[in-house]
């Protein structure tokens, strides 16, 4: 069976300082990994994702996540964090490519002054 | 707006009462999916369909809910009998498959439903 674990449910950085939401995943083949961004009030976008291309993946808004198949992680990161940042990030593995979506618990990014 | 929509945006109903909510996808998107996500948790996998096939059903899906897609455009997903533990966001999404690859899944706002 495949899932994926998010390894902090809440995290707080300061404008301008890096950005580290980290994810674990389980998975019996190699597996299409995503991550998911949620504002308040809108639907769930898609950031990036992972397809057994490059193991270095980048995305929108400055994002990109690392798959590191030893590891079995697919972290999100970001250089510098900007107020519009502060969302819920779910970490996300799909069992044959684009079928259904297996979502992690989310991470709730907050980014203060 | 070419986004997914879904209608109502909010629902309050009684336990027992039977409610019926809406997704219209993206028009060229044969794919169409439905989530259910409750409060601090991410999105569950319910169902989804191809054209008007429905291919794969999660055993979170009691009898209690139906979900059809009857010309292959947009959806419903019927609760009856409401219970307490029905009251979640329910997301729809939807997506292309062409020549064996599956494309992004875009996202609805979702329909929020408290069941009192």
């Known amino acids: 069976a495949q899932s994926v674990t998010q390894l902090d449910s809440h995290v707080s950085v300061s404008e301008g300082t890096p950005v580290l939401l980290r994810c674990n995943y389980s998975?019996?083949?190699?597996?299409?990994l995503f991550w998911y961004v949620q504002h308040p009030n809108k639907g769930l976008q898609l950031l990036l994702k992972y397809t057994s291309a490059a193991t270095l993946v980048k995305g929108i808004n400055g994002f990109e996540a690392e798959f590191k198949k030893s590891e079995t992680s697919f972290h999100l990161t970001k250089p510098s964090a900007h107020m519009s940042d502060a969302a819920e990030y779910f970490c996300v593995v799909s069992p044959g490519g684009y079928n259904k979506l297996i979502f992690g618990a989310g991470t709730r990014l907050a980014v203060h002054p | 707006d070419t986004g997914v929509s879904q209608d109502p945006r909010h629902k309050i109903t009684k336990r027992g009462q039977n409610v019926t909510f809406r997704c219209d996808p993206i028009s060229e998107h044969n794919r169409l999916y439905w989530y259910r996500q409750t409060l601090g948790q991410g999105p569950e996998f319910l169902t989804y369909?191809?054209?008007?096939?429905?291919?794969?059903k999660s055993r979170l899906l009691s009898d209690r809910f139906s979900a059809e897609r009857p010309k292959g455009s947009f959806s419903t997903l019927e609760i009856q009998r409401t219970e307490q533990g029905d009251s979640a966001m329910y997301l729809c999404?939807?997506?292309?498959?062409?020549?064996?690859?599956?494309?992004?899944?875009?996202f609805g706002p979702g329909t929020r439903l408290t069941v009192l």
């Open positions: 369909f191809q054209n008007e096939a429905q291919l794969e």
């Open positions: 998975s019996s083949y190699s597996p299409s």
């Open positions: 999404a939807s997506s292309f498959r062409s020549m064996g690859e599956n494309n992004e899944q875009f």
